[in-house]
């Protein structure tokens, strides 16, 4: 049932309104008629109305005044002016307030009907519509999100930052990718849900930051602190959040680890495409460390007869639940590691020399 409230100083009229019309006839209901806009105000504190119908000039404030306080607090509230004047600038105050309507005295109950009739469809449309962005949202903003990464975060727009509340002011950010190392018994998709609860705790909590669960179930993110007027204290504050993270994924993931890869610091958002690159070049240079080293073990223990993908995977620490899985690190070094073992050391061929015939071709 449409939740409406009437705000006039005029008692007759509070008393008419209330009587003139069939409110639940019409799946309506009249919540509260306020003699005033303090004492609306006052009612807003602990009720939310769907619809408030409002005289304009009243003692104290406005009547519109009301209306820009009210949406501070509901900004989905649909609002229709009532008024003995025909001002202009009402109407125009009006407008900016994204009124459904504003009428002058003495108003009509079958136009008064028609009204409320259109104001309960525009907030039951816009309430559909915020139903079903909730919905798709996490999905929205991992497709919104992977283009970003794909286009190296070089054609930002304003609408992101308002999107995502990112917010520096006169303090420091940073991007981060976060990866874990966790218990072979969880799956793949149970660990993905337990990241992205992770994700919606740490946004909670840091206020103007963000963090999102890739498909390869690291954290990328965007941490800010806008009251950090030095390094050494956004660093501090940095160290902060590190520990808030792994007391998550204690309590969420039962035990596991995390490691953090940062890129430059950020004096502003404009600074974020410069601290995305060079989060990855770091990336890139811990991959080609472990590819040096890889190479170099493989070398050493080459006559080994034992000598299998699995357990090169599981001497780096590149092996979550054997040699398939490689989940405690990210997409780009574990696929790195792979295709390089595939490469160097020939397994196709070494498989049958060695009797590991019962091997597939892609282990």
Known sequence: MTRIMFVDDDAIIRRNIANKIDWRGHGWELVYT?????????????????????????????????????????????????SGYKDFEYAQQVLKLNAVDYLTKPVEEEQLIKVIEKAEQLYQKEKKTEEILKEKYPQLKRNYIS????????????????????????????????????????????VQNKIEIICTLLETIYHGSFFFCMDNLQIFMIYTDSYSDTEEV?????????????????????????????????????????????????????????????????????????????????????????PLFFGSVSYRRRSSVFIFLCIYTDFSVRNDYYGFSDLREYQ
Not at 48 to 59: G, H, Q, S, V
Not at 166 to 184: E, H, K, Q, R, T
Not at 301 to 319: Q, R
């Open 234 to 322: 956004f660093y501090k504050q940095l160290a902060g959040m590190e520990e808030t993270l792994n007391r998550l994924v204690e309590e969420q993931m039962g035990g596991g680890s995390s490691s953090f890869i940062y890129g430059s610091l950020m004096h502003s958002l404009n600074d974020l495409y410069a601290s995305y690159q060079n989060a990855l070049q770091k990336i890139n240079s811990d991959v080609d460390q472990l590819l040096l080293e890889v190479r170099k073990y493989i070398e050493q223990n080459y006559s080994d007869c034992d000598l299998s993908l699995g357990k090169i995977a599981e001497y780096f620490n590149v092996s979550g639940t054997g």
């Open 147 to 190: 283009k970003l990464m794909r286009e190296n975060f070089q054609n930002m727009e304003e609408s992101f930052f308002k999107a995502f509340d990112l917010n520096i002011n006169s303090g420091m950010g940073i991007v981060g990718f976060v990866d874990f190392s966790y218990s072979s018994e969880l799956l793949p998709l149970e």
């Open 34 to 82: 306020a003699r005033d806009p303090m004492e609306a105000l006052d009612y807003l504190k602990n009720h939310e109305p769907d619809i408030i119908l409002t005289d304009i000039k009243m003692p104290g404030i406005t009547g519109i005044e009301m209306a820009a306080v009210a949406k501070d607090y509901y900004p989905n509230i649909k609002f229709i002016f009532i």
